[in-house]
């Protein structure tokens, strides 16, 4: 009961931390949907399918980052099924646009930081393209095992636009952006096209192995 009091508790905090990001894209997102952004932004340009695909990826990204913590809170899950249910097709749902959204843009536009960012971020909208699709499938099929392990990795990789910008954060308040540029070039730059992402997925990993260590339990993670 204590550790379920626990994750309730860090995962409550999770959704707490993320809420002003959340709230930011959202805005922004609706704000550049409707052509009422303050003031002229690179996102923003003459190419009406780019400038949809970039905003719908924010504003839907917001609500998916603001709502996958309560995916993972226990009680919720045992208590109010049918919630969890109806949330989890929203973010599914959600992600899936999301991770569209961001790829038709880098395929329209590009990114500001170039191929190397290019490849990062479209690796990064594929595997959350992925782990969405999975997730619901095994879902669907009442695998609940493999459903749990891949819901767990969408749940990082939904956080992974909230944890990229943690990441500059707490660099450039150690550092002063050392090894950082404007057109994001820099050699720490470089490393975030895939830190953000990648490092907690290897994570992800190393649990799962850990908590299903017999063989029965790992034939249940299986794809």
Same mark, same amino acid.
């Given at each position: 009961m204590g550790k379920t009091y626990l994750e309730t508790a860090m995962l409550l905090g999770v959704m707490l931390l993320v809420s002003p990001f959340a709230l930011y894209a959202a805005?922004? @997102?609706?704000?550049? %949907?409707?052509?009422?952004?303050?003031?002229? #932004?690179?996102?923003?340009? &003459?190419?009406?399918?780019?400038?949809?695909?970039?905003?719908? #990826?924010?504003?839907?990204?917001?609500?998916?980052?603001?709502?996958?913590p309560l995916q993972l809170i226990r009680p919720l899950r045992q208590r109010l099924p049918a919630l969890h249910r109806l949330t989890g097709r929203v973010i599914v749902a959600g992600a899936g646009i999301t991770a569209? @959204?961001? %790829?038709?843009?880098?395929?329209?536009?590009?990114?500001?930081?170039? &191929?190397?960012?290019? &490849?990062?971020?479209?690796?990064?909208?594929?595997?959350?393209?992925l782990a969405a699709w999975q997730t619901f499938r095994h879902a669907y099929a009442r695998r609940i095992g493999q459903h749990h392990a891949w819901a767990l990795r969408l749940f990082w990789l939904v956080l992974g636009s909230w944890l990229y910008r943690v990441h500059y954060g707490l660099w450039y308040l150690a550092t002063g952006g050392l090894w950082s540029t404007p057109e994001f070039t820099g050699a720490f730059d470089l490393v975030q096209n895939f830190a953000f992402y990648i490092p907690y997925l290897i994570g992800v990993e190393i649990y799962l192995r850990r908590r299903f260590s017999s063989p029965q339990a790992r034939a249940n993670l299986r794809v």
């Open positions: 805005g922004f @997102g609706q704000g550049g %949907l409707r052509g009422t952004l303050d003031a002229p #932004h690179y996102l923003f340009s &003459a190419s009406i399918p780019a400038n949809a695909s970039i905003f719908s #990826h924010m504003l839907l990204g917001a609500a998916v980052t603001l709502l996958v569209i @959204g961001g %790829l038709a843009y880098i395929a329209l536009r590009g990114t500001i930081g170039g &191929a190397p960012m290019n &490849a990062g971020f479209t690796l990064y909208g594929a595997l959350m393209l």
